[in-house]
């Protein structure tokens, strides 16, 4: 936090690769913001991403409506859980590095 008016939070999330256009679209970012705001109230969030491998650092700025779209999208998956919908979707690259690779009730499977 930086002191002195206006008050700013900022929120590093640690990477160890390299930045990628892609990588600023992460849903987790407005988890970030929302979890920043819900801290320091009436603070300003300010998120980053932080790459170790090339020590660069780059802002996440999201606006109200993006955050909104995103949280939508955990709301949403944790209400289908909570209601007992958890659909596994294999996924070549992300099961290999799941704690549940080996127990998931896709049975291994890829797409």
Same mark, same amino acid.
């Given at each position: 936090?930086?002191? @002195?008016?206006? &008050?700013?939070?900022?929120?590093? +999330?640690?990477?160890?690769? +390299?930045? &990628? =256009? %892609? ?6 970012? %407005?988890?970030? $913001? +929302? =979890?920043? /705001?819900?801290?320091?109230? @009436? =603070?300003? %969030?300010?998120?980053? =991403?932080?790459?170790? /491998?090339? @020590?660069? &650092?780059?802002? *996440? ?5 993006? *955050?909104? /779209? #995103?949280?939508?999208?955990?709301? &949403? %998956?944790?209400? #289908?859980?909570?209601?007992? $919908? ?10 290999? +590095? ?8 896709? @049975?291994?499977?890829?797409?």
């Amino acid at each position: 936090v930086d002191p @002195g008016p206006p &008050t700013t939070v900022r929120v590093m +999330r640690l990477r160890t690769g +390299r930045p &990628t =256009a %892609a990588a600023k679209k992460d849903d987790v970012y %407005a988890l970030y $913001h +929302r =979890a920043a /705001s819900a801290a320091y109230p @009436g =603070a300003t %969030a300010q998120v980053q =991403a932080l790459y170790l /491998s090339v @020590g660069e &650092t780059e802002d *996440i700025p999201l606006t109200e409506k993006n *955050i909104e /779209s #995103r949280l939508d999208k955990y709301n &949403t %998956a944790l209400g #289908r859980m909570r209601d007992g $919908h958890f659909e596994p979707k294999p996924d070549e690259r992300r099961c290999p +590095r799941c704690p549940y690779y080996f127990v998931c009730p896709a @049975g291994g499977e890829t797409p």
